[in-house]
């Protein structure tokens, strides 16, 4: 965390996250190509770190380029939470799923790889719905207002 907020302070001061915002935005690739592509990062990287650890050191850096491209800050957390959360239940790493193992000492490593797997096709849902259809993430947000 010390490290991730330290990592924070040195974005802001060089302003590297908005030089990647431009220079995504010079690539000329349409909006949902280069959220996929973000996408895919975090489903990669939620593979081999912890999710907290992940989404603080990335965040200032997709961040700007997110809000360039005129996306709903608020359904962008919830679309990267839900992913990275898909990466730390994905084989081959894992890294969950090697906790459970761990507390659970007695369940084979494949047991709960295998119960893990009704989450892992609800999350894939629900991302999937919430990406062409972002009220659904921004429905009770939008009762606040």
């Known amino acids: 965390m010390a490290g991730a907020t330290i990592f924070g302070h040195f974005l802001a001061i060089t302003r590297i996250p908005f030089e990647v915002a431009n220079w995504v935005a010079g690539f000329d690739l349409p909006s949902p190509v280069i959220m996929a592509l973000i996408i895919f990062v975090y489903l990669i990287g939620g593979c081999f770190i912890d999710s907290l650890a992940f989404i603080m050191l990335t965040v200032p850096?997709?961040?700007?380029?997110?809000?360039?491209?005129?996306?709903?800050?608020?359904?962008?957390?919830?679309?990267?939470?839900?992913?990275?959360?898909?990466?730390v239940i994905t084989p081959p790493v894992g890294v969950n799923v090697y906790v459970v193992s761990g507390v659970a000492r007695t369940v084979p490593l494949e047991v709960i790889f295998k119960g893990v797997l009704p989450m892992l096709i609800a999350l894939i849902v629900g991302v999937g719905l919430m990406i062409p259809f972002p009220q659904i993430a921004l429905f009770l947000p939008n009762l606040m207002k």
């Open 61 to 87: 850096i997709f961040y700007p380029v997110i809000a360039s491209m005129g996306y709903d800050p608020m359904w962008f957390g919830v679309i990267i939470v839900l992913v990275t959360q898909i990466g």
